[in-house]
């Protein structure tokens, strides 16, 4: 029976909460916002509403304390309605990676850093204005806030892209575990970037949307579930979990159960100190969380 806790969110299947709980403190690393009130930028895919109140069900549901929002690709360079989300969900538990222009000023960067971002997104699988062209100058710009570089890019551009990737004088954080393919998993080029990347010990990647390139599928994306061991071997300090919540790359009716991510998540560590690590004290460090946990 569920408990109260547990209730529908929308975009996500299932009601139950996680069935390994999660500690306090515990983090979603990687959400989105959607609204169709405001407009997407043209040629780009667009969710419906999938709003702060719904994802506050979703938070309720799974019981992690913090989140970090991610613009979506969708809004472009607009941030203007994620940075007031930040206030409805909790600006003390939650942080924001953004999309900004290129040229952004130096006082734009300021206000966006005192509203709670830490980090600017290169979706590189979506044609959009931040291009691989510009992470290493932007890179530059971002290290001096104690921000980081957020990258979600196919194999081939990650490859092409890893000289200037060990250059970055800021932090690093790969989406949807460096979206290593399959079935080549962990002989594939993109797990051998992502390992170097590792052991240059200013790479964090994140545990997040095992679907995007899982060919073994549901209910256990064990192709997925090999690389998250891999790297829970390899850095564990340097891991984050994310839900990717609403889904934004699944259909309606493919929308994954967030419960069972959090427990798969659990699973493939196998060992519960590695998992708060993952889920708790990694995001404090990178997003700079301080206070009650509660």
């Given amino acids: 029976m569920a408990t109260p806790e547990a209730a529908l969110a929308p975009w996500s299947a299932g009601s139950e909460p996680p069935a390994t709980p999660v500690p306090p403190g515990a983090t979603d690393c990687h959400f989105h916002i959607y609204d169709s009130q405001v407009p997407s ?6 969710h419906p509403d999938a709003l702060e109140e719904d994802y506050l069900a ?3 549901r799974l019981g992690v304390s913090r989140g970090v929002l991610v613009q979506p690709s969708a809004y472009g360079t607009d941030n203007a309605r994620h940075l007031p989300a930040m206030e409805v969900l909790g600006p003390k538990q939650y942080r924001m990676v953004a999309v900004v222009e290129p040229d952004i000023p130096e006082a734009a960067l300021r206000r966006l850093d005192a509203a709670g971002v830490r980090g ?18 932007l890179g530059r710009r ?23 990737l060990t250059r970055l004088p800021c932090r690093l954080v790969l989406d949807h575990l460096g979206q290593v393919p399959h079935p080549t998993g962990l002989g594939s080029a993109a797990f051998g970037v992502v390992r170097r990347l590792l052991d240059r010990g200013s790479t964090w990647v994140k545990i997040s949307g095992p679907y995007i390139r899982s060919r073994a599928g549901p209910p256990t994306y064990e192709d997925a579930g090999r690389v998250t061991s891999a790297l829970a071997q ?8 994310g839900s990717d919540w609403p889904h934004p790359t699944q259909t309606p009716d493919r929308k994954p159960n967030d ?9 493939w560590v196998a060992f519960p100190p590695v998992w708060h690590r993952i889920l708790v004290d990694n995001p404090m460090e990178l997003y700079g969380f301080s206070g009650s946990r509660r």
């Fill in 41 to 46: 930028r043209p040629g780009t895919p667009h």
């Fill in 58 to 60: 979703l938070r309720r």
């Fill in 120 to 137: 600017v997104r290169f979706n590189l699988v979506m044609p959009g204005v931040l291009t691989a062209e510009v992470v290493e100058p």
């Fill in 142 to 164: 971002l290290a001096t806030l104690g921000w980081h570089v957020q990258l979600n890019a196919s194999e081939a551009q990650l490859v092409a892209l890893e000289p200037a």
């Fill in 234 to 241: 390899a850095a564990p300090e340097r891991l984050l979990w």
């Fill in 259 to 267: 419960a069972d991510l959090l427990d798969l998540g659990a699973a």
